[in-house]
Structure formats: structure tokens, C-alpha cells
């Protein structure tokens, strides 16, 4: 999602508050994203947000639950990931007093709590066969036992899911029910990574660097030129908790009102041996009769893998050095 004016609000998390009318987007991939949870918060469809660790799903998870019918009523979201299934099924269910060791009171569930509002559940992948049956269950009839007890309740929940894996490709596998699938997927949303979004990310940092200075008390003004070249040139494989991690982090070292490429602190990319030349180059040297190709198109096409190389592979730095838009270097890598 794209900034938040934190300035704006005492509020420690503004974004709580927020509604989709509070988020503007300059990238296509953004854009259809939030234009679909608009159409989404109209209805109460299930919804199951998919997206890359860091991108911001329980966050659209709440600003969705706040622009729809329900806004008025809970917003409860729960992480299913690495619980077992004694423990998920109270949780999700509750249990009655003595249901199990420990079970010294009455504890209401998620699904329980959630009663006229929106009930996320994220990472919903990860959750053994059996409480997705149970899951199902209380999605499909809107009703469940706390645990221990043997009476049916009723919630009026629009469940919110989301997960960070590839669900295409895992519900494909015994692990993930597709008739769960198919019940909490009634509107599938794609965030997409940050890396996918390189017109938002100067807002996005201007945010962060904003609030990163109210609540630690600097008075940051900017970045330096180094320090932002390091920022928009960065891959960004953790996402909006990464850039707000690393922000955070360069505000609070800076002791001035500029921020220097020295408090920019990243992640060392991995290392790994150069990879061979992929066939379209290989293509490049040669014509169908083996004789070398000399046309423009091919001098244009190995300069532009040479300097691709020479960055280490990293297309927007090599865009900028060429001076080409992203979307022209992959078209002119992927022509043969």
C-alpha cells in the first residue's frame, strides 16, 4: 500500500483507521490490487490475500474490513501458522472450563469474537488437514463447538485469509483441502512485491522516514544522494517490513538532518557463481546460418547483457545506467 499521512494522527497506528479512499497508488499492479478490494469490500464474499512475507496483506486484510458494511463491528485476526491442533482448535473455537489441563474458565474463540465483523486468518496454508476441516465447517454453516462442549453456535463472520505461498501450486498437493479453497477464495487479491511497485517506493520511504522522525524526535529533512541511490537500487526482498525496519534504523543512527549512505544498512546480497548465458544471447552471436550477427539489434542486445553483468544482474540499476524504462530493457532482453 502506499503512504499513510502517520503526521496526521496521534494515533501510535493510523493505518487501524484507515479506509482504501486513504491510499493512492502510481503503479498498474497496485492499482488492480486496490481496485478489487474496493469492488470486494461492497460484498461479503470471502476473500484470500496472496502476497510475498513483508507486503502489507493484514494490513489490507483491516483497511478492507474498515471500508465495508462491517466496519463497525470487530476486526479480529489470528496467525494459524505452527499451532497444534488442541491448541488452534481453542483459539479459533474456544473451550469450556476444563476441557483441557489448564482450562481453569470459559474462553471465547476467534470465530466468536468475530461475530458481525471480520475474522483474518492468516496464513492459512500452514494449518494441519484437521483444522481445515473444521475451518470449512464453520465457514460453510457459520456454526461450532467451543471445545469441550457439545453445543452449536452461530457467528456472522466474513472470513479474510491470507498466505504468503504459492496456493496455486500447493492446493495442488494432499496438504491444502480444495474445498477450503474454493470457500475462502471467493475474491483473490495479488499484492504485489515492492519490487514490482518502483513508482511508489519514494513515497513510500518519505513516509517512513516521516514517521521514523516524529516518533524518535529527529528532525530528518532527506536523504543524501548516495543514500537514496542505495535505497531505489535495492531489491527490497523483505518488502514494507524491511523498508520500514531499515528506515527506522537510518533515522534513529543520524545525527544530523540528512540521512548518509553509511546508515542505509541492507542485507549483503547472496553470492552465487555467475550463470550461464541464457539462449537469447547465445542467439545474439550468431545468425541461422552461423555466420555472426552483426545487425544493430544484436550489438544492442549483447551491450545491454554486458552492462546487465556488470551490475550483478540487477535490471534497475541497469535501466538507469542505459537510460531505459525497466519495461524497455525486458522487452529488448526478450527479443529474439
Known sequence: MNSLDHAASNDRHPEWHATLDDF??????????????????????????????GTGKTLLARVVHNSSRRAKGPFIAFNSAALSDTLLDSQLFGHERGAFTGADRRVKGKFELADGGTLFLDEIADMSPTAQ?????????GEFERLGSEQLLEADVRLISATHLPINRYKETDHFRKDLFYRISGITLKVPALRERPNDLRSLIATEIAAAGAALGRPIVGLSRPAADRLFDYEWPGNLRELKRVIHTAVAITAGEVIEASAILLE???????????????????????????SLRAAERRHIQAVLAQLGGNKRRAARALGLARSTLDRKLGEA
Open 24 to 53: 493512492q497508488t502510481g503503479d498498474e499492479a497496485m492499482r488492480l490490487c486496490l481496485d478489487l478490494a474496493r469492488v470486494a469490500a461492497k460484498t461479503d464474499l470471502p476473500i484470500l490475500i496472496l502476497g510475498e512475507t
Open 133 to 141: 476441516a473444521k475451518i470449512l465447517r464453520a465457514v460453510e454453516h
Open 268 to 294: 549483503a546480497p547472496e553470492t552465487s557463481a555467475p550463470s550461464p548465458a541464457p539462449p537469447v544471447a547465445r542467439a545474439a552471436t550468431s545468425n541461422r546460418n552461423g555466420d555472426p550477427d552483426l
